[in-house]
């Protein structure tokens, strides 16, 4: 099988209302969606969808890449991944996002051609996962509200962000945990805003309200992680900290982190978060996939890798929750609250109509 075409579709995703976490508040995204068209007939799709504060790419940049790698790839054999991506590699450095864009089409090519879906592509055996939702920085009421319309729709774990006001994050944490009760995981993501020393003091003050923190310092401040892991009671997860398998090797060789959370737009796509979980589980520390504000070609990716892999843990794949679901597409997973059952269809299981 040859590639005869690479495509990519800037589209517009509206969110149902403003996302806010410690750098900027959201009201709509744009992303793209590669379409890898083959000799064989078959058709792949993938999403490039960077976010500048945490790839430095945007989907300018991204589109950019894409119409070069666009150039760089017709004729090669979508299977070979690890071909694609070292061609992907020495042609440009950087531009994770859009190698992951190109990386999930190919899987999905891959998929198809095998007519397996790929959470037995990539050697799973179940087909469903438990996802979080995530609540942006709100008032203490307003995140109580919808913390509990979570719930009521089964959502088992959720993850606040935090970081800009101490007493108001404090106050957001306890009015939550007493709207939800004690039989939900309440995990927090400080998105780089606070200090080591901060991060302790912090944490100390949730005590067990909450079970875990992600990225409560800079993302090149990796060496006080492992002085916070000892000093925090709550699990520690890193996420902006690590892009590549060589940022995760140095993370838990430091013994820097509980848990690393990878997505596929920081990792050039399945083939590097593929990497990184290995090293992750070589050294006892678990994974969960997180994204990016992505729509379903994305997170279905993901959710197919956490189906496929014991040692992914945790999965935060709700950007679609936060979309007015666009018209061209359709499959992929279907949720019923935190427990998505992905379809039985080869590649992604998806139909996208561009
Ligand atoms: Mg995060």
Redesign the pocket.
């Known amino acids: 099988m040859k590639i005869t075409k690479i495509e990519t579709f800037r589209q517009q995703v509206e969110l149902t209302e403003p996302f806010k976490i410690s750098f900027r508040t959201i009201t709509a995204v744009d992303t793209l969606i590669v379409k890898i068209s083959t000799d064989a007939g078959l058709v792949g799709f993938g999403e490039a969808s960077p976010i500048e504060q945490v790839t430095a790419e945007s989907v300018d940049t991204e589109q950019v890449a894409l119409d070069f790698f666009a150039d760089l790839l017709v004729g090669s054999d979508p299977c070979a991944i690890e071909a694609l991506h070292t061609k992907m590699d020495s042609a440009l450095a950087g531009h994770t996002a859009a190698k992951a864009g190109i990386d999930i089409a190919c899987f999905d090519l891959l998929g198809k051609q095998a007519g397996l879906p790929l959470w037995k592509l990539l050697g799973g055996n179940a087909n469903q996962i438990v996802s979080d939702v995530t609540l942006g920085i709100e008032s203490p009421e307003k995140a109580a509200q919808d913390a509990k319309k979570w719930v009521a729709q089964g959502f088992t774990e959720l993850k606040l962000k935090v970081g800009v006001d101490d007493a108001s994050d404090l106050a957001t944490v306890k009015a939550v945990r007493e709207a939800v009760g004690p039989d939900i995981d309440l995990r927090l ?1 400080a ?1 780089q805003a606070w200090t080591a020393k901060h991060t302790i003091h912090m944490m100390a003050q949730f005590g067990d309200l909450v079970s875990a923190v ?2 409560p310092l800079p993302a090149d401040d990796t060496r006080d992680l492992a002085l916070v892991r000892a000093n925090i009671d709550q699990q520690l ?1 890193v ?2 900290s690590v892009h590549s398998a060589k940022d995760a090797l140095k993370i838990v060789a430091d013994g820097g982190a509980d848990l690393i ?1 990878i997505k596929l737009q920081k990792s050039s796509g399945l083939w590097g978060a593929e990497q990184i979980n290995a090293i992750a589980e070589s050294a006892g520390v678990n994974t969960m996939l ?1 994204c990016m504000l992505e729509t379903k070609v994305g997170l279905t990716a993901a959710a197919h890798f956490v189906a496929a892999h014991k040692n992914v843990h945790f999965a ?1 794949l709700d950007g679609f929750l936060t979309f007015k679901a666009p018209a061209w597409l359709h499959g992929g997973f279907e949720n019923d609250g935190g427990v998505f059952t992905l379809s039985d269809e080869p590649g992604l299981g998806m139909t996208i109509d561009l």
Do not use: A, F, K, L
Request: hydrophobic content about 10%; charged content about 50%.
């Open positions: 993501d998105n992600e990225q997860m996420d902006e959370n997180g935060d």
